[in-house]
Structures are given as structure tokens and as C-alpha cells.
């Protein structure tokens, strides 16, 4: 294509509410536009990115047996009645009527329509196992847009989705679509951990993602440089600590008058003392039930754990009359003592602690002196609170990092859920019905995009990976009005397309300055210079990713690019 | 692809609600499935066809300079109503809600978002034209969703919008884009028509409709054979006719007690005369404003020309109340003798009549003997009413042909209205602030595939088009336990695999009739049968849209099918 007649509207400044790399890349190279919070338009180079990261995906998954469909993005109330998530979909998903006034959701997720669609032909075990994906838009109305594309209210999503017969047949493609997956972020160039993740609200069992390792990431990921275990921050595990609760000398049971003294910070200065020594009791809302959670001071509570050990669907904080009414108190004094009303839970850093601090459930008081056996009813103690930097590994012991990541994928063992709510049901070789096992498979399309330019970029821009480029090759003219310049870049821009590289001719009627520092915004992995030079027969040959050019004949260009 | 791990969910009985052959079709040979009324699922078979649509769309398109980018499906209210379509955009259109109680509607169409997008780059004639397109899922809240994916409530649409500086510009872009849509359409195999169609509430100038004609078609198509005009029914013009009002002998204007007579044909009974000699008096509101409208008892108004004429936004018959305060009586007896509260507009094939019957303005009563001229007070003779079979060609004056015709495209000459009220404003080389001049062109591209259909089918099933054809060769393995057979069949099929061929190999361990029909349903447009007769290299080539096969070297398949 030829650059004065394409539309790649480049903005010189940052855009103000633009706060990462990939974002603010994105807005000035002219890949997307901002139409209102949370939505974008990809515009021509955005979106030929966008098909370069499609196409990767389609190529990996179909030689894999996955077939590609489309479903509807509206979605009846109805079906998400039959799997019970109307209820529990929240806020999170947005919502349409039609004329007879029938409900609808925008698809945020399509494991009720897949499985629907299924049903409606599954007869036998003879038809399984069964494959299917989609690219599509998808919708959620984020409660903070940001990043851009990264988390934004409409966003292109691969969502794919199986049916076995059997937990072999389960497990089998759940490997060969983690496979795939990896296939497919090596190649989009992506530096990327598959790691353990929560199962969360589906219901599933065995849950990986697969994120981009990133500053700009919002997930936390464990890893372990001694055995390669790596998990979401949020419920990786450690090796159990030894105590190291910094007691008090007094292990005698003292309530202290504490006026306002309600963050850890403000305790410890009044008491003198470590947040080691404190224990915080969050109340939080499990099922709609209250529950007290324990944890130690310096830690913190992960809610994916704590659901997980409490077998709930739902876990938020306790709401300030809640905490009210549950411990006698305002919020910042809660404590374990004498709070026998409702089930106390402890993280397992705080087992056996003595000589402790805790609220004292009445108003600007805390106790001191706790000792958890004699003083405190707790039901159990669990592995609640989040892994911190040089925790040691479960597996071998080692000091664990913790990193930043861009979750980019996610495969996810589903169960028979949704095969049982939805009739998604086929007959085994005895002739018995059993509901189809099922495996769901999501790769944030736009998000990738996102991502990878997270990991690839320096202060003049983008540097795009070959695969994904939305050009591989720009060839600049120094001066569009020296006649053998702009032949040769013409005959070389023909040359390079019939052999089917995607080739940007910069033919502007521009300075050469501006025109090197549009390439390297948009990223170009190759850019060929023609100037004064031709009249040799030589041209520049610069890659976006390093600083040197080398002087080539211009007839060797081809065979340079392989 | 393997027939025995592909999802081709065919069904034998053709589905109750399914009206035309394309519906029937698309769900018999597993192309689509149905989720809701107007919601379909493309299952893979279907999408590879879908998919080879949209990739003519893009090669023709791409070549002529159009670019794609990609647009959010949600759109704000405020840009609606910015160009002054939120209030009028009615219950076609599809809205929801965000958390911050903000408003969207689900794009039906992308005037606004792309107008607004260029709007923000736009600076100089020297940025222009730009054209750019998109191939998206659109939304209509229909009344009556039908024909499956022919009229659904989502919809695969491409829709492009070009912006230039000069009407000369727009009306190249304009050619340029009727150009491509005749290259495309052909390469789709649709026998289609380009035709003169209506500039609607759009507010443009130039508009022309792509018709594939079919029986099973919404729209009327009227055809000239002598010269070549073609026009939407619903705006097609012809010769203005000689009076032929059969006037009654009596030309006293008398008022007759007509009891219960509100229906042409129990007044024609009543009156013992044909409708000819009637009047029909149409109470509209034009833009809220009551119109009396008059036609010949035999004909019907085109209320597409109403709107043209009177150069209104909307026309919609008025409601019983206004009809009844306006006239003095209930519907069915309204005439123009005595009405002179509101405008009376007519139609040309009226003008002149005498000895007419019309309604008499009272409850129960006509008047007969009616002369236009003497008794009342028209405001204006137009061409109003619908062309009918055999009515004169105004160009050539031959009989023209009414045929029935599939909207698959529309190219439309939009002018300024967006860009103004949205401010896609240019600095043009003097200086001077303009508004970009727009068109806009769509296709219907998941009704293109069903256009197909409908022009491609026979008593066995489909009958794809080559190009379009969501695998081009199926080779029938006739018993895949015969070991010949089924190497024979692997072979060929990794042969024309390589070659670029999409081919389907039926290794399901059926018996050869149910393959055949299969095949035939599914409609791929060449079959290579295995047989016995590989026992001496041999195999049947038959052709889909032929009855006869004939036999050849099965190292001959290849070159057979250039």
C-alpha cells in the first residue's frame, strides 16, 4: 500500500488519559481511536494487526481439529435461566430488550449458546469429541475502563469450547488446545508463562493461563526460578512458614482503649510493635453469610483463596452495618474474641499464635495478649493469605519472585455444568445418557495486540515482531521528486509484493526526518531507505529492532528479507 | 477436512418455520441453526462460505483503495443525536445501558461513528478521499424476523463510507464502489441487477440498489427489456397513461347512502362498475401533518414516491381519530369533495376524471358523478401510485415486466448532512472551511450467502457456485473398509489439499446412498466417487449441477478440475 493514500492518522502528542505503552501506542500510530470510555475503533493498521493475530489463531487451532462458527451476541434471558447465571451474571454483563420485550445479553462468555447449539444434534457418543471456536466481539461493562484495548467494555475474543465422552477425551483436548495456545503466542512473539489459575465461578477443574509477562500486566504471577512452578498471585501457594509472629512479652488478655486507631499502621505505632504481631478479622459476606476472616498483619487476604477453601460462590466484604451488627463495633475494631456468633476462619501464618493484637469488637479498643488457642473459637486454619516476594516454593524450596503479567488466554476444564443445566447429553455404548464433558478455551484477541506491543517497544515506538506486523517491510523515498528514487522504490515495492511480503511504498511528499519517525512509531520490522544512494544501485537496509543500517545493492533486498 | 470429524449436523426433515428454499436449505445441510426467532448460529460449513463472501468483498474493495478498519457495535446516544437520528431512529433499533446509566444503541448502521472518527483527523483537502469499510454483525429490532438469515435481528453487514472533497471526487468514489460491487456480486454467481431505488430518510441523491432476482425475494423489481431500465418498484416511474377512468355516464354530482360499503370491491359491487371509476382518498400524516391522497380504485400508492414528492421525513397512514376529525366520517368513506381542511394531492393517472365515485365524507355515503376540476380543490397531479405488470417504459415505451429481487447491496450518494452536523470539515486550497462529501455503500453479507442459495438449488440441495462453495471437491470413499479405496481416496485428497483445492473426504463408514445425498445437500460443486473401478485406476468425476458423471484416471482428478 501506498502511505499518501493510506489512512494512518499519527498523533504527535500522548493522549492524556492514555497511561501505558501499549495504549498510548496504539492512539499515535494510528492502530486505534477512542470513540467513548472503554471503546475503540481499530482503525486499517490496528486492524490488519488484529487479522495477523486471527489468522495465527485459526491456522493453529483448525489443524488441531477445532472448527470455527459464529453465534449470536444476543443471547436469551431464557438460557441463561437454564444454567442458573441469570442471576449471578451481575453487573458485568450488559443487557438489550427486543420488541416483545424478551431480554437478552450482550455475550460476554457463550458457553450456554455452544452448549444449547450442541444438544440440539448430539445423539450418540459416536458424534463426540466435538471442537468448535469463534472470534468474536464481546461485551462487559467494565466498571473502570482502561489500558485501551487491554480492558475495554467491547473487545475481539477467541472463545472455543469441547465435548468428550470421556474424562480421557476431556483431558486430550484440553492438552492439544493448550498446545495449541502455546503455538500461538510463540508465534505472535510473545515472552509468556502458562501458569495455574483460579477455576473460579465456572465451576471446572483443571485452569491455566497463559500471560504475558509485562509491567503494565494487572495479574500478579508467582514464579519459581528452582522448579518452573508458576501461579496466578492470587492463589499460589508456599511453603507453610514457620511462626514468626513477633509476640509481645504479655501474653495476658488485656483490652486496650485504642481511640481511632483502626489501620495496621496506626496500631503498630500505638502498640510499638511489627504488623507480624497484629492480626487483622475482615468480615466478609460468603454466600450471603458472615463469616470472619484472620489474617496476619502484614499480609493480605486472597478472596480466591478463600472461596476456594469455603467451597462459595460469592465472597465480598461485609457491609460497614454488617460489621455492625456482627461484632458490636465500627469497622477497624473487629477481633476474634468473644466472636462466637459466626464461623471463624485463619490463615495458617497466624496457627498457634500467642501475646497478639487484635480489635477488641467494641469501639476504639483492641485486645492484647491474644492467644488464639485459649482465647478463640477459630473452625479452621487455611491457606488464605497472598504469596509476598521470597516466600519459599511449595515444590522445592526456593525463594519465589513475583512478576506482572497481561493474561492473554485461558484454558479451563469445565465438567459436565453446563452439558447437564442446558441437555447437552449423548448415549454411551451401553445405550446409557451421560452429559457431554466439556472444556472452554478463551484468548483475549485485542488484548494480545495490546500486549505485544507491551513487549515490544523503545522510545521512538513500536517494534513489531515479522509475524504480526501489520507491514513487514516500508520502503522510504528520500525525496519523491528525484524520478530514479521513486522508480526504484515503485519497481522494489512490486517486487516484494509479488512475493508476497505486505510492503508500505512511503511515497509522501515529506521531509526524510518525519518519514523515519513515522516508520519507526508504526513499528515497520524492515525499513529499505532509497536516497542518493540509488544512483549506485545501493540502497539502506535498517531493522526497527536494532540501531545500525548496512548499504545493500537494492536487488539484493528480496533475498535479505528471508 | 474429514467428513467423519467434521460438524455437519444435516437434518432430514425440513424445519417447520422454514418458508423459502435458502432457509430450508441453510438448516437441512447444516449451514446454520436457529437460537431464537431471528438469531442464527453459522456452523462451520456455513461460515466457510460466509467467509469466502466476505473475502471477494475484501479483494475487490481493498483493490480499489477502500480500507477496512473496525468499529464498536455500541453507540452513544449523544452522537445520535448530534445528527439528529436518535429521535428519529424508531424501534428497528436495538439500545442498551452502561453502569453509568449512559445510553447506546446497537449499531444498525455507521454514519455517525465513522463521520465522528474522521472528524477527528480530518484537517485539509489533502487528506482526502478517504474510503474506508468494515465487516460487522449489525443489529435490527425487526417486527416480523423471517426467512432466516434473509431478515434477522443480527446480521453480517459490510458497510463503507468514503469522504472527498469535490463532488466530482464523490462521484467517482461512487462509480468506483458500484464497480466493485458488480465484480463482486459476479464473482458470487448471483444473477442480480443493479437498479435505481430510493435516497430514503438518508438524505442523499444518487442511490442504487443490487437485486438478485428471486421468487422468494421482498422487493419488486421493474424491468424494461426494450431499453434496460430497472428500478425498484417502489420508485419506478412510467409513461404517464391516457385517461382511462371509466367514467359512469352520469356526471351529476350526487351523494348515495352507501351502508356498510368501505372496501373497493363492495363499492364497485354496489355501483355495478369497475374500479377504474373510483377514487380512493388516503388520509396520511406527513411529518405529523394530515395530507389527503388520492389514487385510482385499481391502484396502489407508492407512499416512497409520497415522501419523495412532498420532499417529507415521514409518511405514515393517519389513525382513525385523525382520519375521523378530519373528514367528518370513520375510515372508508373519505373523499376529496368538500375537503378543504388539508392539502389534497393526487395522482397523475386521475387527473382530468370525471363521472368518478369517491367516498362522501360523511359515515355511509359516496359520492358519484364526481368531477375533479368542478368539485374540488387539488393541490397538485403527481406520479404516486406503483408501477403494474405492462405498464409503458417512459423511456422506450415498451411493456415493462415486474419481477421479484433479494436486496443484497446499496450504493448511495450521501452528501453533506453528516459531516455537517457532525464536522468532518475540510480546509479546502483556498482556505475556505467545506464539509466532506459522503457516500455510503453497504452489502448484506449473510444475505448474500442466502441470495445464493435461493438462485442455486435443486430437488437434491444446494448448488454452490465454485467460488463461493465451502469446500470445492468432496471425494466419496464408496466402503472404507475397502483398503484401495480408502488409500486411494487419502492420496487424492492430500493431491488436490496441496494443490489449493478445499476438499471434503467422506471416509464415514456409511453406505454410498446416504453419502451421495449428503453431498448433494451440502451442494459441493464437484464429486470424485471411489469405487470399485479404482480397482483399475479409475473413478467417477460427477459435476453438482450435472446428472451425468463420467469416468476417468483417477491421475487426471487434478487437470480435470482447472
Known sequence: MKWSQAYIPTLRDVPQDAEIPSHQLMLRAGLIQKLASGLYSFLPLGLRVLHKVENIIREELNQRGAQELLMPILQPRQIWEKSGRWDVVGDLAMKTQSREEKEFILGPTHEEIVTDLVSKSLKSYKNLPINLYQIQV?????IRPRFGVMRAKEFVMKDGYSFDASEEGADKNFDLMHDAYNAIFTRCGLNYKSIEADTGVMGGSKSQEFTALADAGEDGVVECDGCGYAANLELAIRKPQELNGNSSDSTELKKVPTPGKKKVKDVTAFFKTEA????????????????????????????VKLRRVLDATDVVLASEET??????????????????????????SIQGMTGAITGGNAPDSHYQGVDLERDCKIKQYEDLSTVVENDLCVHCGKALKIRRGIEVGHVFKLGTKYSKSLGALFLDEKGKENP????????????????????????????????????????????????SQLQAGEKLYKELTDAGYDVLLDDRNERPGPKFK?????????RVTIGKHIEEGNVELKKRSESDFSLIPIKDVLKSLV
Chains 1, 2 share one sequence.
Open 276 to 303: 507480624t504481631s497484629l492480626i487483622k478479622t475482615l468480615i466478609y459476606e460468603v454466600d450471603t453469610k458472615p463469616v470472619a476472616v484472620l489474617v496476619r498483619g502484614d499480609q493480605e487476604l486472597s478472596e
Open 323 to 348: 460489621i455492625q451488627k456482627v461484632t458490636g463495633a465500627p469497622v477497624g475494631f473487629a477481633g476474634p474474641v468473644g466472636l462466637d456468633s459466626i464461623p471463624l476462619v485463619a490463615d495458617l
Open 518 to 526: 513515522d516508520a519507526d512509531l508504526i513499528g515497520i520490522p524492515v
Open 436 to 483: 457431554a464433558i466439556m472444556g472452554c478455551y478463551g484468548i483475549g484477541v485485542s488484548r494480545t495486540v495490546a500486549a505485544i506491543i507491551e513487549q515490544n517497544f523503545d522510545e521512538g515506538g513500536i517494534v513489531w515482531p515479522m509475524a504480526v506486523a501489520p507491514f513487514q517491510v516500508v520502503i522510504t523515498i528520500v525525496n519523491i521528486k528525484n524520478k
Open 138 to 142: 464481546k461485551f462487559r461493562d467494565e
